[in-house]
């Protein structure tokens, strides 16, 4: 990922802030780079990290879906290392909503890219 851009540097900022389990400042630094973002793969990134961390299965949904829109808008070459990632993510938010048909559907989209989901 590009860090020289702001929105790209937030996440990073904010995935530090997870690891260090400080998650509403985390949450905040994923907000501000969906807010900062100026393009179809900042959107991407910033969108799936917002739903990394959101509080109820229907919202990480909503932003795990936003993210696969602006990916799929975005150049190929910018998001192919992240839609592993993204697909799983999307099939974890489709389980937990209850929708296991689109679940598998992801999932397999991610196997298919070389990561493989494995239930808890």
Not at 65 to 88: C, G, K
Request: net charge negative; proline share 2%.
């Amino acid at each position: 990922m590009d860090l020289s851009r702001p929105a790209i540097a937030l996440c990073a900022e904010g995935t530090q802030l997870e690891f260090q389990k400080r998650l509403d400042e985390a949450r905040q630094r994923y907000a501000e780079a969906w807010g900062c973002a100026t393009d179809d793969y900042e959107k991407c990134i910033a969108a799936h990290y917002v739903g990394h961390l959101a509080q109820t299965p229907a919202e990480a949904l909503f932003w795990h879906q936003t993210a696969l829109a602006h990916a799929n808008r975005a150049e190929a070459a910018q998001v192919e290392s992240f839609m592993p990632s993204l697909y799983v993510n999307l099939g974890h938010a489709y389980e937990q909503v209850g929708d296991v048909t689109q679940a598998q559907h992801f999932y397999d989209l991610a196997a298919a890219l070389g990561l493989v989901h494995q239930d808890d």
